[in-house]
């Protein structure tokens, strides 16, 4: 019940600027942390709750592993 991330930030998570950011080879550290801020809420500047709605259905072990994953791409 997730939609892709590659539908939205490309399939090598290179992004569409300005609206898509790229999450290729992003920190995992980085990419962790906005995904739990936009899980509770404390970050909100996504349009039409793309990322909060999201974020909400990842668990922990989801987000470490996609962090990692989008770290690695190139
Ligand atoms: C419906 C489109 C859409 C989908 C699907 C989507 N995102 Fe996003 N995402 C966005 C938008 C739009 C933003 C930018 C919000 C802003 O800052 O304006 C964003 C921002 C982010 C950010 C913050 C990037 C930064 O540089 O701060 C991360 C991390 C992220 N998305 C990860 C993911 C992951 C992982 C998935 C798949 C589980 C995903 N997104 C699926 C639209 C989407």
Do not use: W
């Not at 539908?7 to 080879?25: D, E, F, I, S, V």
């Not at 990322?51 to 668990?59: C, N, T």
């Amino acid at each position: 019940g997730i939609p892709a991330c590659a539908g939205c930030h490309g399939p090598a998570g290179a992004g569409l600027p300005a609206q898509y950011p790229r999450l290729a080879g992003q920190y995992a550290e980085y990419t962790a942390t906005q995904l739990k801020t936009f899980r509770t809420h404390e970050r909100a500047n996504d349009p039409e709750k793309m990322m909060r709605v999201i974020a909400g259905k990842l668990s922990d072990a989801q987000i470490s592993a996609v962090a990692e994953y989008a770290a690695g791409l190139r």
